[in-house]
């Protein structure tokens, strides 16, 4: 089992089972309040779960931040159309490998909150979209399914109460942009994962062009909790709109990494410092990615602030998944800058042109850059390139390649420019071209 | 073309967890399925997904050449693959992939002359926070030194 020792600042709230023996089996679950939220779901109605969420003020922790409450309350009741549950576990945003130990570690408790969506929008059918790489968690929860089914958590008249409900997983072969909901919709349907057009959005027509609540799984993970304790109490461990705990990625240079639990609004300073030990080598702090690599930099004057959705874009960056990618003095901004677009340029899927163009054309640009050729005008064009995709795709993934760009551009010029003034051409080389 | 009686079964039973009608939803995990027993996504893999799958090879084509985990050609025996990623790029993996090109003698996307190893620079692979990490195969491998990747080399060669 794969999971880092606790941390006495984490509150363990969905990762309370996690070291526990035997923690993925149903027995573990059932013997720690597993399925009870379910039960008490089972006496309320549709209103009153989502209501419940509301109150809870859980956001989508896949990275958009949107309000779980609200997105489910989005799918219509009275239509004939059958209504279905996916659990976006396509996870693959750089920085970011929480919902593999939710799943390694409780997958029942994944079952379980899936399970509280069903009742809550009347779905009969759900899909659990692991990404292709993560193939031991396939087995892993379709082991743990087999159990809710033996149980009869899953399948027909689930605890004796007329309640249907089919769950299976399904597997992604490869693909960053599956992570984003139409794109895995897409991808589900047995398709090439290219973005759809919205509206309509999935709750109106999803899988299948069916109503459909499409969440992340740390956000199904967090449902069994609220039930359980109310959601009132799940909102109080955060701050005001933003519930609950979450899930904190560590990597970068700290000195130690890991997966920790802990409460929204928690300080970054003190995540880096005293979850994560510090910077590597006595080094110090020069930037933060706070989200995921889609997400702007901050800069190491800038960190001085909580992690919580509204504080982050207060500083014109997001929460984004959780993944906090620290990095020393010592970090050479203009090549994370490269390796970044790298990974936008290979991972477009080529339906919206400034995405597919944009991100081969600045993936051009940085190479010849971190190579210091170049000229300044070509750190201009950086920026100015990477803005013009903004907002001008059908789905985020032209945002997520310019945003971190454009603030390394913007907040570490000094590196680009340092780049171009210190290079000596080879010998007999001088006129030669980056060739990419 | 027949697979074994174990993936038969697999796919029998994939073909019920969609709608009615809505049964080429299988195709992306049995492609995957597939690609493990057979070795590769050869033609005849192709074809015969297609008809189970009620559609065109032409359509089975277009969806393999989106996902970067299925191939047309077979990889080595043990797929390895690096990750370079900002996570890994900034504890090593750029320098670990390099290291893995000269331990393998081979670059991305090649495979040895005796078939038994592949080598794939990989987007990231969810292990950030133990980086930097490689899969080889299905197999995580985290906070990988050159060290530790020559040791695990060394002890897939002796398997041989």
């Given at each position: 089992m794969l999971y880092n020792a606790p941390h006495p600042l984490e509150v363990k709230v969905l990762t309370r089972r996690f070291g526990l023996e035997n923690s993925a089996s149903i027995d573990t679950y059932l013997a720690t309040d597993g399925y009870k939220a379910l039960g008490k779901a089972l006496d309320m109605t549709p209103d009153d779960i989502i209501n419940e969420v509301k109150a809870s003020n859980l956001r989508g922790r896949g990275g958009a931040g949107f309000p779980t409450g609200m997105k489910w309350s989005f799918?219509?009741?009275?239509?004939d159309k059958p209504k279905y549950i996916v659990v976006n576990a396509d996870e693959s945003e750089p920085g970011t490998c929480k919902d593999r130990l939710l799943i390694e570690n409780d997958p029942h408790q994944l079952i379980e909150g899936v399970l509280i969506a069903a009742l809550a929008v009347g779905a009969s059918k759900g899909w659990?979209?692991?990404?292709?790489?993560?193939r031991y968690l396939i087995d892993i929860m379709d082991k743990a399914l087999a159990e809710a089914y033996a149980r009869g958590y899953l399948g027909q008249n689930i605890c004796g109460r007329g309640f249907n409900f089919e769950l299976y997983t399904q597997t992604g072969?490869?693909?960053?942009?599956?992570?984003e909901e139409s794109a895995l919709l897409e991808s589900l349907e047995g398709k090439r994962g290219v973005p759809r057009i919205r509206p309509p959005f999935p709750a109106v027509s999803g899988a299948f062009q069916s109503p459909t609540i499409l969440n992340n799984v740390e956000t199904f993970c967090a449902v069994p909790a609220i039930l359980r304790d109310g959601g009132p109490a799940f909102s109080a461990l955060g701050v005001p709109k933003n519930g609950g705990t979450r899930m904190f990625c560590l990597s970068g240079h700290l000195n130690v990494t890991g997966v920790y639990e802990l409460p929204m609004g928690f300080p970054l300073l003190k995540m880096i410092n005293e979850i994560g030990g510090g910077v590597r080598g006595g080094r110090k702090l020069k930037a933060v990615i706070p989200g995921g690599s889609s997400c702007p930099v901050l800069k190491a004057e800038e960190c001085d602030l909580p992690m919580d959705y509204d504080s982050l874009m207060k500083a014109k960056s997001m929460l984004g998944s959780g993944g906090v990618v620290v990095m020393d003095e010592q970090t050479d901004m203009v090549k994370a800058a490269l390796r970044i677009m790298h990974f936008y340029q290979h991972e477009s899927c080529g339906w919206c042109i400034p995405c597919r163009e944009g991100t081969t054309w600045l993936k051009k640009l940085l190479t010849r850059l971190d190579a210091g050729r170049g000229t300044i005008g070509d750190v201009n064009l950086v920026g100015d390139l990477a803005r013009n995709m903004l907002g001008r795709t059908f789905c985020p993934l032209g945002d997520a390649a310019a945003m971190p760009t454009i603030s390394i551009v913007e907040k570490f010029r000094d590196e680009f420019e340092a780049k171009l003034a210190n290079y000596t051409a080879p010998r007999a080389q001088s006129s030669q071209f980056v060739v990419v | 073309m027949n697979f074994s009686p174990q993936l038969e079964q697999k796919f029998a039973d994939l073909l019920t967890h969609y709608p009615e009608g809505r049964q080429r939803a299988a195709l992306i995990p049995m492609l995957m399925f597939a690609q493990d027993e057979v070795g590769s996504i050869t033609p005849d893999v192709v074809t015969e997904l297609a008809k189970r799958c009620g559609i065109t090879p032409l359509q089975v084509d277009e969806v393999i050449g989106f996902y970067s985990m299925l191939h047309r050609k077979p990889l080595g025996k043990y797929h390895v693959q690096v990750c370079t990623n900002i996570s890994c790029l900034l504890v090593g993996g750029e320098e670990l992939y390099e290291h893995a090109c000269k331990k393998l003698g081979i670059g991305h996307k090649q495979v040895t002359a005796d078939g038994q190893f592949s080598l794939e620079e990989v987007e990231c692979m969810g292990a950030c926070s133990w980086a930097p990490a490689i899969q080889i195969g299905y197999d995580f491998h985290h906070a990988v030194s050159p060290q530790k990747f020559d040791q695990l080399i060394d002890a897939l060669r002796k398997i041989q």
């Open positions: 799918v219509p009741r009275n239509v659990i979209y692991i990404r292709g790489e993560y072969a490869g693909a960053y942009e599956c992570g | -």
